[in-house]
Nanobody, 115 residues
Framework: QGQLVESGGGLVQPGGSLKLSCAASGFDFTKFDMYWYRQAPEKERSFLATITPGSNEYDESTVRGGFTAYRDNHMNILYLQMDNSEPDITGVYYC?????????WGQGTQVPVSP
């Protein structure tokens, strides 16, 4: 059974930077597509990015809003880099993958609203 643990959420100033992490275990991370989702307050979870295994150690993908998603297949960690962020990035960010035709979700990491 796969396990995903998100971390790195916290208060960020408008225009600041924040890097979220998702540590994966219990499955062959290097062979699975990974995904980032965001759940804004009072909203449903929305898709952000797909990060394919790729042939490199780091598989980078641009995300709407100026974010960058990438992975470290050597360390089994998925990242979401948020640079020049805006105040509306608040919410809970989840990583997920599809195992046995079922989404495996982490517990999420929260980015509080910024003043």
């Amino acid at each position: 059974q796969g396990q995903l643990v998100e971390s790195g959420g916290g208060l960020v100033q408008p225009g600041g930077s924040l890097k979220l992490s998702c540590a994966a275990s219990g499955f062959d991370f290097t062979k699975f597509d990974m995904y980032w989702y965001r759940q804004a307050p009072e909203k449903e979870r929305s898709f952000l990015a797909t990060i394919t295994p790729g042939s490199n150690e780091y598989d980078e993908s641009t995300v709407r809003g100026g974010f960058t998603a990438y992975r470290d297949n050597h360390m089994n960690i998925l990242y979401l880099q948020m640079d020049n962020s805006e105040p509306d990035i608040t919410g809970v960010y989840y990583c997920t993958t599809l195992i046995a035709e079922t989404n495996c979700w982490g517990q999420g990491t929260q980015v509080p609203v910024s003043p």
